[in-house]
């Protein structure tokens, strides 16, 4: 069987990707898997850790609001990732193509919908967030299937065909990893501290990763707690570091980025993050408490969509960036970290969210379409 995927550019569109293709991996003997992104993404760095997975970059990019030059070079584009997906689907030959959200999966999607009319080539695409975004809103009237992670979503798509909830895949390192105290030694923490674990996204966030910088005093004060900072991209870290080292702060670790993230979330009593589909997916699966503070550049208030579902499940707090200025977030995870019960609490409920088997789930409804295409 092969199988094609397509999608990427931020963590919140691979991720779950690879999420599925481990699934498949692990449970269909003789699976031949190819994944379709473009070489800007975060999939052209982590790929090549998987040998197992072909990939085949395009040459796509995303439109942006008001900025008609880079529209124009994005459509011209598009006829040139249609020709190269041409010969991929030529090349690789999938019996089905799955889309999992964001321009790159556009023209896989798109022409591999096309030429099912004619071959046996099955096309489903995956909405991971609450808001449906532009590229699955247009392909839900031409796909077999549509898969969704939030029950609120389906309203959104009332063209597709079929419709099914699976909730949002994540990696099975999350699901593995556990508390232990090697994991505190990997990462230079305190086992005897509660943690809390601060990060914004594959990218990161300059404004969370600036007011930890602030508030850094007030954290050094409390000596039963320890932040791990992970800054993405947004700043290099050599800086921070030497800031804390200047300052006899101990109980600040910061890295650009984890590879072993399920470990990160395991040892963490809190996480304050940002509000993207899969973090959110990742929260909720392991159970943990979270401080949600949503990106307001995300397309059409997506992420302020995601975190209200956990608020109103009572598995979060929401803080709007002008909240976080200053020394508030500091005083508000503080405050959170001494609260036993209430974070016990926020556990649970976010714990009931979760949706530890959406990748099966997606799988089982992937293989009743190619297998319904073959009888």
Same mark, same amino acid.
């Given at each position: ?22 699934e ?10 190819a994944?379709?992104?473009t070489?800007?993404g ?12 072909? $990939?085949? /970059?395009?040459? +796509?990019? @995303?439109?942006q ?8 070079y994005?459509? =011209? !584009? %598009?006829v ?11 090349? $690789?030959? /999938?019996?089905? +193509?799955i @889309?999992?959200?964001g ?6 999607v798109?022409?591999? =919908? !096309? %030429? ?11 909405e ?48 593995l990893?556990?508390r232990?105290?090697?994991?505190y030694?990997?990462?230079?923490l ?8 601060v990060?914004?996204g ?5 404004a969370?990763?600036?007011?930890i ?13 320890q ?23 101990t ?6 980025y984890?590879e072993r ?6 040892i ?44 109103d499940e ?6 709007g ?7 508030r ?12 019960q ?19 789930s ?14």
């Amino acid at each position: 069987m092969r199988v094609l995927i397509a999608g990427g550019g931020t963590g919140g569109h691979f991720y779950p990707a690879l999420a599925v293709m481990e699934e498949f991996a692990k449970r269909k003997n003789g699976v031949e898997l190819a994944y379709v992104g473009t070489k800007r993404g975060i999939e052209a760095r982590i790929l090549p850790s998987y040998p197992w997975i072909s $990939f085949f /970059p395009i040459h +796509v990019r @995303g439109l942006q609001r008001g900025n008609a030059v880079q529209n124009m070079y994005a459509l =011209s !584009l %598009l006829v040139v990732s249609f020709m190269e997906m041409l010969i991929v689907l030529l090349r $690789f030959r /999938p019996q089905v +193509v799955i @889309g999992m959200g964001g321009y790159a999966s556009f023209p896989a999607v798109f022409l591999s =919908s !096309l %030429l099912g009319k004619t071959f046996p080539m099955r096309t489903v695409i995956h909405e991971q967030n609450a808001v449906a975004g532009l590229t699955n809103r247009i392909l839900a009237r031409f796909v077999d299937k549509v898969l969704i992670s939030y029950p609120q979503t389906r309203d959104q798509l009332a063209s597709a065909r079929n419709i099914v909830t699976t909730g949002n895949p994540i990696r099975s390192e999350f699901l593995l990893a556990k508390r232990t105290r090697a994991a505190y030694k990997r990462f230079g923490l305190s086992p005897e501290k509660r943690t809390v674990l601060v990060f914004g996204g594959s990218h990161g966030s300059l404004a969370i990763t600036n007011a930890i910088r602030k508030a850094r005093s007030e954290i050094a004060r409390n000596k039963d707690m320890q932040v791990l900072l992970v800054t993405g991209e947004s700043i290099d870290t050599s800086i921070i570091q030497l800031e804390l080292a200047s300052a006899g702060i101990t109980n600040i670790v910061v890295r650009r980025y984890i590879e072993r993230m399920g470990e990160a979330f395991a040892i963490a009593d809190l996480i304050v993050s940002r509000a993207g589909a899969t973090t959110l997916a990742e929260i909720t699966s392991c159970g943990k408490p979270a401080v949600l503070i949503p990106w307001g550049g995300a397309s059409d208030g997506h992420q302020w969509e995601n975190a209200r579902v956990l608020n109103d499940e009572r598995a979060c707090t929401i803080v709007g960036e002008n909240d976080i200025l200053g020394r508030r977030l500091a005083r508000l995870i503080e405050q959170m970290v001494k609260d036993e019960q209430g974070l016990s609490l926020m556990a649970q409920n976010s714990m009931r969210m979760g949706s530890r088997h959406a990748a099966a789930s997606m799988l089982g409804e992937i293989m009743v379409l190619v297998e319904g295409a073959h009888t």
